[in-house]
């Protein structure tokens, strides 16, 4: 199951992509509440969709991976981890931009998925904004893939999915500012300082996370050699 890192790491990325999201998503996000009482539930099951997506993606790339039981892999994906963390920090204060790799793969992937959804507006009916979130899910974003194999890392569904989901509800602060018009909120989640902070925290998770495996990878090769100088014997 998750730990606290997991968890705190998890909707901390979310919440430190403010930026990222309300560039990329804030226009439709701005757009789903112009109309109402109607226009704030379509606005409810757009994000609803978008964290449901989120979560699904998690369950399903922790299930690929705890598939493969191989101690090697696990020790590799633990590495893996610590590396995209130290990435996503450096990524988050634009210190290096080496994620938008990911963007640019994934926008042939997304370029069905927006004919899809591009068939859903305008936004009338609150399942309409539910399969609108679903969609964006897969939209080309550097933060959402390399938190989906950060999350796939964990080895776990369960726990991949829980990562994904608090990763989507570290968003909504940024995407509901955007939503009610709240000017101050965007305005905070945009400070350089903020983002500078909250990417070393994630640079330092993820050097933490190297020697944490490094340590225990080398515990285990003594372990494993010990062992065998005692069959020897």
């Excluded at 109402?36 to 539930?41: H, L, V, W, Y």
């Excluded at 959804?117 to 904004?129: D, F, I, Y």
């Excluded at 989901?165 to 709240?182: D, E, K, Q, R």
């Amino acid at each position: 199951m998750i730990d606290a890192t997991q968890a705190g790491t998890a909707f901390i990325l979310g919440l430190s992509g403010a930026g990222h999201c309300l560039g990329m998503c804030g226009g439709i996000a701005a757009a789903l509440n112009l109309g109402g009482a109607r226009s704030s539930a379509i606005t409810v099951a757009y994000h609803t969709g978008r964290i449901t997506s989120y979560t699904l993606l998690g369950a399903l790339l922790g299930l690929a991976s705890a598939s493969i039981d191989i101690g090697t892999w696990t020790i590799g994906l633990r590495y893996l981890a610590g590396l995209l963390l130290i990435g996503m920090g450096l990524y988050i204060a634009n210190w290096w931009r080496g994620m938008a790799l990911l963007e640019r793969a994934g926008a042939k992937l997304w370029q069905p998925v927006q004919r899809l959804s591009s068939t859903l507006l305008p936004l009338r009916r609150w399942p309409q904004g539910f399969a609108l979130g679903l969609c964006w899910g897969l939209m080309p974003c550097g933060l959402i893939y390399s938190s989906l194999a950060w999350a796939a890392t964990s080895h776990d569904a369960t726990t991949a999915a829980l990562m994904m989901m608090l990763f989507g509800l570290g968003t909504l602060p940024a995407m509901l500012a955007t939503s009610m018009g709240a000017q101050g909120l965007q305005s905070f989640l945009r400070r350089r300082g903020l983002k500078q902070v909250i990417a070393v925290l994630l640079i330092c998770s993820g050097v933490w996370t190297l020697y944490i495996t490094t340590v225990h990878s080398g515990h285990g090769g003594h372990n494993q050699h010990a062992d065998h100088s005692q069959m020897h014997h």
